[in-house]
């Protein structure tokens, strides 16, 4: 199972970004999705989750009210909508299945992740 993530690229503090996930060899319905990144020299860490087949959505505290996590399913990929962006998001930003809402640890090989960086 494995997932891979796009759309990242440089941007001012203050911009915005799409990222788009999209999986390999499976439909993602099957199972909740989410979004982690890892800062350098930083453990990875979950920012958003989904469930594709009731919309229900998680995000962590750091980019509540900024990013916004959504699905279509007819295209099978998963967005995440990054507004208001701030240095702090800089990471290399990776998606995964998660085996639910209630138990979002990541399973599968991770992807090459997409890269976002804000500059000041």
């Known amino acids: 199972v494995q997932l891979q993530a796009s759309g990242g690229g440089l941007v001012q503090a203050g911009g915005s970004l799409r990222l788009s996930c999209e999986p390999s060899?499976?439909?993602?319905?099957?199972?909740?999705i989410g979004w982690f990144r890892q800062a350098p020299g930083k453990e990875r860490e979950g920012v958003s989750y989904?469930?594709?087949?009731?919309?229900?959505?998680y995000y962590a505290d750091s980019v509540k009210g900024r990013f916004t996590i959504s699905s279509d399913n007819a295209k099978n990929t998963v967005y995440l909508q990054m507004n208001r962006l701030i240095p702090e998001d800089t990471a290399v930003y990776y998606c995964a299945a998660v085996f639910s809402m209630d138990n979002q640890t990541p399973f599968g090989s991770w992807g090459q992740g997409t890269l976002v960086t804000v500059s000041s």
């Open positions: 989904i469930d594709p087949n009731d919309g229900s959505t």
């Open positions: 060899g499976f439909t993602f319905d099957d199972y909740a």
